[in-house]
């Protein structure tokens, strides 16, 4: 079996981003960049005051306060620029509004007496006090926002002021889903003793569109090995990733490995050397990615996390396909056999300052309850034997897929 990094490089390391769209900013957020925003003007245009104020000469606060200024002009946010301001005077400015040529700092006016047109300062102000110079957060030409980056809401308004209307963004990749099995019924629907409401599908869909995803959920496939040939033909055309649930180990009735076969999918990989979630199918046909997950629904879960999300991540250029790590101190123990990476579900907990993980008392790969509670993934080493009370371990927050 692979370990999990071993498949997790070969799966990321055939992905290639799908093709890209142009959107408008303010739909741009949770999209990926497929271009360098570069600024095309310094940001920001101009030097202009950050406060309300009297824009000044530093240079004119010379020997001991305090100075007594005429206030000549006004200088107010998106309004004409005042004459060149002489020395000695002082001009009304407030906050966005332009330097007038010659001032180089600002005095607060809660920090100065106002007796009609003339101001009195009791303390000289600091050269650039209160000033936002031209250029101190993007020099014209500098590359804003990376291609790769996902945007957030920050970064959409980050675009909005480099003036750009529409962003060139991946395109969202197409996702089918297929469930198989005989037993399973949608929730709600009536079905006979021994049918169960199928939800490894909206688990998956659910994250799918979280990782930027559109989705499509196929029929239930029934554990006949020619309809599930057929379901999976059909589930490749217009998908840039196939994904089923069920059907991938070596029972009787598994179905779906066989069915990738026939339909032309050439398997790349199969099984990796993780707890739960082992019996993974991994491949390709033709650029369209195929993931064959496990049924259990702990199972289902953790494999789409671990290997669909960052997948979907990749196909659109993410420059961080990967949620990060964080090491943590783990409440609660284990014993287990060595021998395969292990993903704890856990919850998080705050305590002096710091984040403890408190493994979940139920960690059976076909509980759905787990993932319901989990908060995050407490990483164990293969070689590991015992996870101690009070150990530190990594974990991966599991709104980070």
């Known amino acids: 079996m692979l370990s999990y990094r071993e498949a997790l490089e070969r799966l990321l390391g055939s992905a290639r981003a799908v093709g890209a769209e142009r959107v408008s900013v303010d739909a741009s957020a949770g999209r990926v960049l497929a271009e360098d925003l570069v600024a095309r003007a310094p940001m920001p245009a101009f030097d202009h005051s950050s406060m309300d104020g009297y824009a000044v000469r530093a240079a004119d606060f010379r020997g001991q306060g305090p100075?007594?200024?005429?206030?000549?002009g006004e200088s107010a946010a998106g309004g004409e620029l005042p004459g060149e301001l002489r020395s000695g005077a002082t001009c009304r400015i407030f906050t966005g509004a332009r330097l007038p040529p010659g001032a180089d700092a600002v005095l607060l006016q809660e920090n100065v007496d106002r007796r009609g047109d003339v101001i009195v300062v009791r303390e000289a102000p600091a050269p650039a006090a209160w000033v936002r110079r031209r250029g101190a957060d993007l020099a014209e030409g500098a590359v804003a926002?990376?291609?790769?980056?996902?945007?957030t809401p920050g970064r959409a308004a980050l675009a909005a002021a480099l003036d750009r209307p529409f962003v060139l963004v991946a395109r969202r990749p197409v996702v089918t889903i297929l469930c198989s099995g005989d037993e399973l019924r949608a929730p709600g629907e009536?079905?006979?003793v021994g049918s169960i409401p199928e939800s490894n599908g909206i688990f998956v869909a659910a994250a799918a569109r979280e990782a930027g995803a559109m989705t499509r959920v196929g029929a239930f496939v029934p554990d006949e090995p020619a309809r599930a040939r057929d379901a999976v033909a059909e589930a490749l055309v217009g998908s840039d990733l196939v994904?089923?649930?069920?059907?991938?180990?070596?029972?009787?009735?598994?179905v779906m490995?066989?069915?990738?076969?026939?339909a032309g999918v050439a398997l790349d990989f199969w099984r990796v050397a993780i707890k739960p979630g082992k019996p993974i199918a991994v491949g390709r046909a033709g650029a369209v990615h195929v993931l064959g997950l496990p049924g259990n629904p702990a199972s289902a879960s953790l494999t789409w996390l671990l290997f669909g999300a960052p997948l979907v991540r990749a196909l659109q250029g993410d420059a961080s396909p990967l949620p990060p790590r964080t090491r943590v101190q783990v409440s609660g123990s284990i014993t287990r056999s060595p021998g395969r990476e292990e993903f704890l579900r856990a919850q998080l907990e705050p305590?002096?300052?710091?984040?403890?993980?408190?493994?979940?008392?139920?960690?059976a790969s076909g509980a759905v309850t787990s993932f319901a509670e989990a908060e995050a993934?407490?990483?164990?080493?293969a070689d590991l034997g015992r996870v101690e009370d009070g150990s530190e371990l990594e974990a991966i927050r599991i709104d980070a897929f």
Do not use: C, H, K, Y
Not at 352 to 360: D, F, S
């Open 145 to 151: 926002l990376a291609r790769g980056t996902r945007m």
């Open 351 to 363: 305590d002096a300052g710091r984040v403890r993980a408190r493994i979940l008392p139920n960690q």
């Open 257 to 262: 490995r066989p069915a990738f076969e026939a």
């Open 243 to 254: 994904v089923t649930i069920g059907g991938v180990s070596v029972g009787d009735r598994d």
């Open 377 to 381: 993934l407490v990483v164990v080493p």
């Open 190 to 192: 009536p079905g006979p």
């Open 67 to 72: 100075w007594e200024m005429p206030v000549e």
